[in-house]
């Protein structure tokens, strides 16, 4: 053991690169190999449990083979596991191996995102009642606060088609090679993450309310995006899921803002 | 070193010294969908730290029933480096808003350089890793404004740097912090098995005093390179019959003690865990009994 460094250091170090002896100093020494195991095996499942799609999409050998490799390359940095694997779709986005299938580093990253969704703030939905005694007069100038957990993902790959039928499907349905891209919403307005698809403009129509465009504004946009942006249906499916958690209103005459 | 506030003095649901088992979320439904014989959950905080989402509130409603004990995984008191003040923070803020009766955690480090290595590793036993040992307990005992408890592990290896033994560790460690002990005696019988000593030994010279819990849970036997055996700490199915003699043997000894049963591999469903917990306390019972009679 080089006498500069500690018996901790040589320790994880021998962990983390296989190649490493054995640390001096204990015994015995074949056991050190359980230790190795607890630490590759628990961190490999809970990249597992965070990322089941992609396990199914690749089969658990190679997933495992995957996991392992990214848990030397990049291990935790904190000790609270569930905020461990955020840069695992990035690495399977740069994996020399998988570069034949694009689409699983956007699949890792939906699957990142219904995590932290999962996790996120609580948040009550907006007041309809409120909201419903506003003028109409001042609808155009309404900006709306988002439920905190709101997050929109765009892909140029189906990949909430692929995340559903691997999710949901004992026998998985064949989405065809060159199948259009998806966008897709998640939120969770109480215990249970919903996914949605976007389309027709509602995509570009909630990222601009998320940035804090007024109401008129961001449907101008969302219908120069798709002709088919329909803004009562757009506004339908956002009270629907509860995606709107508050509304800011200013008053047309005096400028004074009103915040529910 | 300010006064520590002793076990349970918020008057809140102190710990019952009856069963408990570690609370998963697999088994939320069951344990809200109807009244539980047991007397008390454990979660390990970590599990928590988060903003919101189902787990805080089946934690929440659990909590308005029963008193809960959270089991640190993550503060690395073994480490070299002192503890992470941010973790201390976040571990304060969750104990502030559940308090729970008890927080523990481990003789053993799992954090180095930065990296979180997400397992129990050993120390050696030394008179300098337990001045160590001892500062980091009482800068966690300072940041968190409670005692602990410090639970004994599942050794795979030992050090020949060690001068001591880990009962002694304990003890002194209990004396200069005034933390109190966690007896887990799977752990006890695991390393005792894998290093070819006495269980019974192990714990009678455990400083039973100190000690505040009791954790049991199941483990997997399996043989090393030269087909010795080999006990991993599974935590992975039922309590074996040797560990609850042993059991039997240290609640007679030291009288009832909140007892946890960890079973979190290969999770059972929700009646066979609780069968283990009713197992340990029908010991405890027993136990009462005899001592009146």
């Known amino acids: 053991m080089p006498s500069r460094e500690t018996m901790q250091a040589s320790f994880a170090a021998a962990i983390w690169a296989p190649e490493r002896d054995v640390p001096a100093g204990i015994s015995p020494q074949r056991n050190f190999a359980v230790y190795r195991n607890n630490v590759y095996a628990g961190l490999i499942k809970s990249l597992q449990a965070r990322f089941p799609v992609v396990q199914r999409l690749v089969g658990d050998e190679f997933f495992a083979r995957c996991a392992g490799i990214f848990v030397e390359r990049q291990p935790p940095l904190s000790p609270v596991m569930m905020e461990y694997g955020a840069d695992f779709p990035g690495f399977l986005a740069a994996f020399e191996p998988i570069r034949h299938l694009p689409y699983l580093a956007p699949v890792a990253e939906l699957e990142w995102q219904y995590h932290v969704a999962q996790h996120g703030p609580d948040a009550q939905p907006l007041d309809t009642a409120a909201l419903a005694t506003l003028p109409l007069a001042e609808m155009d100038r309404l900006t709306f606060s988002l439920h905190p957990t709101c997050h929109i993902l765009a892909s140029p790959y189906p990949i909430l088609s692929i995340w559903r039928t691997n999710t949901f499907d004992t026998v998985t349905q064949e989405i065809a090679a060159g199948s259009p891209g998806e966008t897709v919403m998640l939120v969770r307005p109480h215990n249970v993450v919903l996914l949605l698809p976007l389309t027709d403009g509602i995509d570009v129509f909630v990222t601009h309310l998320q940035q804090g465009t007024a109401l008129a504004e961001a449907a101008a946009l969302a219908q120069a995006a798709s002709t088919r942006f329909d803004l009562a249906g757009a506004l339908a499916l956002l009270f629907r899921v509860q995606a709107l958690s508050g509304f800011h209103a200013i008053n047309a005459q005096n400028g004074n803002s009103d915040v529910s | ?293």
């Open chain 2, 1 to 293: 070193m300010t006064a520590l506030r002793p076990l349970g003095a918020d008057g809140r649901n102190p710990i019952p010294a009856s069963a408990g088992v570690g609370l998963r979320p697999q088994h939320y439904a069951d344990i809200l969908g109807a009244p539980s014989p047991l007397g008390w959950f454990e979660v390990h905080p970590e599990n928590y730290l988060c903003a919101g989402g189902p787990q805080h509130d089946a934690l929440a409603q659990i909590r308005a029933q029963y008193p809960l004990s959270f089991h640190g995984v993550g503060l690395s008191l073994g480490s070299e480096a002192r503890p992470d003040a941010l973790h201390l923070a976040r571990l304060r803020v969750l104990i502030d808003r559940y308090q729970p009766a008890l927080f523990s955690e481990h003789l053993a480090w799992s954090s180095h350089g930065g990296k979180f290595l997400n397992d129990l590793l050993p120390l050696p036993y030394t008179q300098q890793t337990l001045d160590r040992f001892v500062s980091h307990v009482d800068e966690t005992q300072e940041a968190l404004g409670r005692q602990i408890l410090i639970e004994n592990p599942s050794l795979y290896v030992q050090f020949s740097a060690s001068d001591m033994t880990e009962p002694e560790f304990l003890n002194t460690l209990a004396q200069r912090t005034g933390c109190g002990l966690l007896l887990d005696i799977n752990n006890a019988y695991v390393t005792s098995i894998n290093f070819a000593r006495d269980p019974i030994a192990y714990l009678a010279a455990f400083p039973w005093q100190h000690v505040r819990e009791i954790h049991l849970a199941g483990h997997a036997t399996e043989s090393d390179a030269l087909g010795r055996p080999l006990l991993i700490d599974a935590h992975d199915g039922p309590v074996c019959d040797a560990v609850w003699a042993l059991y039997r043997r240290m609640v007679r000894q030291m009288g009832a003690v909140p007892t946890l049963i960890e079973w979190d591999q290969e999770m059972p469903v929700w009646d066979a865990l609780l069968g283990e917990a009713l197992s340990a306390d029908r010991i405890l019972q027993q136990e009462r009994d005899r001592a009146v009679a």
